[in-house]
């Protein structure tokens, strides 16, 4: 009788452990999901920045192919809403060896909401290339 009783309060202590742990356990665990789409998503935005400012840089280039190359990286990244492209010194009147920059911005939102303290709803990422025009 004595060692049914030492075993059933072995296993309360172990749950109690564990009920104690596991929020823990799962504020770290999306914690690292949430800042890994992070981490791609500015990794994506800096990649199509760069795209960007490449077309963008060309000689026969305009703002518009600018925005298309932009926006079919983000969308092969999975990244389609909530992209804003800004452009300047774009297109044929521009001279050789002016600076070309352009600036992708992406409104990542944020999947855990108020499971982890200090992050939002949403997060903007941003990066901005800057090219010399050919």
Avoid at 39 to 57: D, I, K, L, Y
Avoid at 96 to 113: D, E, F, K, N
């Amino acid at each position: 009788m004595i060692s049914i009783r030492k075993n059933a309060r072995r296993k309360g202590q172990a749950l109690v452990e564990f009920a104690l742990i596991v929020p823990i356990l799962v504020m770290l665990v999306m914690g690292i999901v949430e800042f890994g789409r992070i981490f791609m998503t500015q990794q994506a935005v800096t990649n199509a920045s760069r795209e960007g400012a490449r077309t963008g840089v060309l000689p026969n280039s305009s703002t518009t192919d600018v925005q298309n190359t932009v926006s079919t990286y983000m969308g092969s990244a999975g990244l389609t809403a909530g992209t804003t492209v800004q452009c300047t010194n774009v297109g044929q009147s521009v001279a050789s060896g002016t600076p070309t920059s352009v600036t992708v911005s992406y409104t990542l939102p944020i999947l855990t909401g108020s499971i982890i303290p200090g992050l939002g709803d949403s997060i903007v990422i941003s990066h901005t290339t800057v090219m010399r025009h050919e």
